[in-house]
C-alpha cells in the first residue's frame, strides 16, 4: 500500500515538473506555407500535427497556409496523401512569430502487377478460346450494310425527304400533262371528225337561226 502511494506521489511530481517545464517555454504562432519539393507547386489541404501538445491537429487551407499557437521546441509533424511526411521543430526565437516555408517530397507507389483470369482452369480457356466469335472487319460490315436486302429494308422504314416529294410531284404532274396530250379527246378538234360534223351543224342551224329572225 506505501509502496502504491509512494509511486502515486512520484507520477505527481512529475506531472508538475512536465507542466512548469511547459510552461515556462514560450508561446510562438507557427505559420507558413507548404509546398512540393520537386516542383514548388503549392499542397492543399495537408494535416498538421502537434506531437509535443497532445497530438493537436490542424488542417492548411487550399492555398496551403497554415498558422496555430504552439511552444518553442515543439515538434510538428506534415502528412498527406501522395506525399512522405515531414517533421519540423519549431527554434527559439527572439519574437513571438514564427514563419517557414514546408517543402514535402511526392511519394510513388507501385503496386505489383495483378492479371486477372476469367477461367478457373486451362481447360475452361480452351474451351471459351474455340467458342470465341471473331467480330467481322471494316470492309465486311460495309458490304452487310450495302446489301440489296440491307437498302430494301432501309427503304421500307425510311420517310421521304422534302427533295423526293418534290420530285415526285413534279414526276406525276409531267405523267398528267403527257396522258391529256395523248389522249383523243383532249386532242386537237381538227384532227377529229366529230368535231367537224358538230362545226358544220352549228353552221347549218346557225344560217337557219338568221331566216327565221328576218320574218
Given at each position: 500500500?506505501?509502496?502504491?502511494?509512494?509511486?502515486?506521489?512520484?507520477?505527481?511530481?512529475?506531472?508538475?515538473?512536465?507542466?512548469?517545464?511547459?510552461?515556462?517555454?514560450?508561446?510562438?504562432?507557427?505559420?507558413g506555407v507548404i509546398?512540393?519539393?520537386?516542383?514548388?507547386?503549392?499542397?492543399?489541404?495537408?494535416?498538421?500535427?502537434?506531437?509535443?501538445?497532445?497530438?493537436?491537429?490542424?488542417?492548411?487551407?487550399?492555398?496551403?497556409?497554415?498558422?496555430?499557437?504552439?511552444?518553442?521546441?515543439?515538434?510538428?509533424?506534415?502528412?498527406?496523401?501522395?506525399?512522405?511526411?515531414?517533421?519540423?521543430?519549431?527554434?527559439?526565437?527572439?519574437?513571438?512569430?514564427?514563419?517557414?516555408?514546408?517543402?514535402?517530397?511526392?511519394?510513388?507507389?507501385?503496386?505489383?502487377?495483378?492479371?486477372?483470369?476469367?477461367?478457373?482452369?486451362?481447360?475452361?480457356?480452351?474451351?471459351?478460346?474455340?467458342?470465341?466469335?471473331?467480330?467481322?472487319?471494316?470492309?465486311?460490315?460495309?458490304?452487310?450494310?450495302?446489301?440489296?436486302?440491307?437498302?430494301?429494308?432501309?427503304?421500307?422504314v425510311t420517310p421521304?425527304?422534302?427533295?423526293?416529294?418534290?420530285?415526285?410531284?413534279?414526276?406525276?404532274?409531267?405523267?398528267?400533262?403527257?396522258?391529256?396530250?395523248?389522249?383523243?379527246?383532249?386532242?386537237?378538234?381538227?384532227?377529229?371528225?366529230?368535231?367537224?360534223?358538230?362545226?358544220?351543224?352549228?353552221?347549218?342551224?346557225?344560217?337557219?337561226?338568221?331566216?327565221?329572225?328576218?320574218?
Open positions: 500500500m506505501k509502496k502504491i502511494r509512494n509511486i502515486l506521489v512520484v507520477c505527481f511530481v512529475v506531472g508538475l515538473a512536465l507542466s512548469a517545464s511547459a510552461q515556462q517555454r514560450k508561446l510562438v504562432q507557427f505559420s509546398h512540393n519539393a520537386d516542383t514548388n507547386v503549392i499542397v492543399p489541404y495537408v494535416t498538421v500535427t502537434n506531437l509535443s501538445y497532445n497530438s493537436q491537429t490542424f488542417t492548411a487551407n487550399h492555398q496551403g497556409y497554415f498558422s496555430f499557437v504552439a511552444h518553442e521546441g515543439d515538434t510538428v509533424l506534415f502528412s498527406s496523401v501522395g506525399y512522405r511526411s515531414t517533421r519540423v521543430v519549431i527554434p527559439r526565437v527572439s519574437e513571438d512569430k514564427y514563419t517557414a516555408m514546408v517543402n514535402m517530397t511526392a511519394e510513388i507507389k507501385e503496386l505489383p502487377m495483378v492479371t486477372p483470369y476469367p477461367w478457373a482452369s486451362i481447360d475452361e480457356f480452351n474451351m471459351a478460346f474455340m467458342s470465341l466469335e471473331i467480330a467481322d472487319d471494316d470492309i465486311v460490315v460495309a458490304k452487310k450494310n450495302l446489301s440489296p436486302e440491307s437498302l430494301a429494308a432501309l427503304a421500307a421521304r425527304s422534302a427533295e423526293e416529294i418534290q420530285n415526285y410531284s413534279a414526276m406525276q404532274n409531267h405523267i398528267g400533262l403527257t396522258n391529256k396530250a395523248v389522249n383523243q379527246r383532249m386532242a386537237n378538234p381538227l384532227l377529229s371528225p366529230f368535231a367537224w360534223g358538230n362545226l358544220i351543224r352549228q353552221i347549218t342551224e346557225g344560217n337557219k337561226s338568221r331566216q327565221r329572225s328576218k320574218y
